[in-house]
T-cell receptor
Framework: GEQVEQLPSILRVQEGSSASINCSYEDSASNYFPWYKQEPGENPKLIIDIRSNMERKQIQELIVLLDKKAKRFSLHITDTQPGDSAMYFCAASAVGSNYKLTFGKGTLLTVTP | AQTIHQWPVAEIKAVGSPLSLGCTIKGKSSPNLYWYWQATGGTLQQLFYSITVGQVESVVQLNLSASRPKDDQFILSTEKLLLSHSGFYLC??????????FGKGTRLTVV
């Protein structure tokens, strides 16, 4: 089945700087790549996603890049704020994958004032 | 707007005891439904999915079972809990195989 690797596992940045999280996947059939933000004790919330027919997507301060040839995708948070501190998960799924969304192990982002 | 309600919010159960967790989706007919499990500080592991009433597919074997008795209801259960069952159980729904939305979860502690 699909495997998703996510790095780094811990990321600490200063307020106002950018944060980048990188993920790679193995199954070339994967065509949907969401990102989730999970705050302590809360459920994961979908913050942005990208499909394989796109290379870049931006929603406000969130940018997602997809490199299908390299089987890599990444999340970039520009102008980070303390409220961005949370666990972030990338995931991948493929058509015909029996509705399976495979998650990375997560990145704990801390934004310091 | 769609809403997803999970119950209970938290449970403390003894090893060997039975368990039943529930999930209800409102505002969406025939959703795809999922159960996920998350160990403390861990990643999200899909356990089951269902695309229609009465049909449930298992993704991993964890001595758990799931059922979908109604279009808007998904149940996770086991007859005998293990210590390893502790964690955060999340019900989720989607329109298709993308854009999965999670409920608020049930925190289970097995003692």
């Amino acid at each position: 089945g699909e495997q998703v690797e996510q790095l780094p596992s811990i990321l600490r940045v200063q307020e106002g700087s950018s944060a980048s999280i990188n993920c790679s996947y193995e199954d070339s059939a994967s065509n949907y790549f969401p990102w989730y933000k999970q705050e302590p004790g809360e459920n994961p919330k979908l913050i942005i996603d990208i499909r394989s027919n796109m290379e870049r997507k931006q929603i406000q301060e969130l940018i997602v890049l997809l490199d299908k040839k390299a089987k890599r995708f990444s999340l970039h948070i520009t102008d980070t704020q303390p409220g961005d501190s949370a666990m972030y998960f990338c995931a991948a799924s493929a058509v015909g994958s029996n509705y399976k969304l495979t998650f990375g192990k997560g990145t704990l982002l801390t934004v310091t004032p | 707007a769609q809403t997803i309600h999970q119950w209970p919010v938290a449970e403390i159960k003894a090893v060997g005891s039975p368990l039943s967790l529930g999930c209800t989706i409102k505002g969406k007919s025939s959703p795809n439904l999922y159960w996920y499990w998350q160990a403390t500080g861990g990643t999200l592991q899909q356990l089951f999915y269902s695309i229609t009433v009465g049909q449930v597919e298992s993704v991993v074997q964890l001595n758990l079972s799931a059922s979908r008795p109604k279009d808007d209801q998904f149940i996770l259960s086991t007859e005998k809990l293990l210590l390893s069952h502790s964690g955060f159980y999340l019900c989720a729904w989607s329109r298709d195989s993308t854009e999965v939305f999670f409920g608020k979860g049930t925190r289970l502690t097995v003692v």
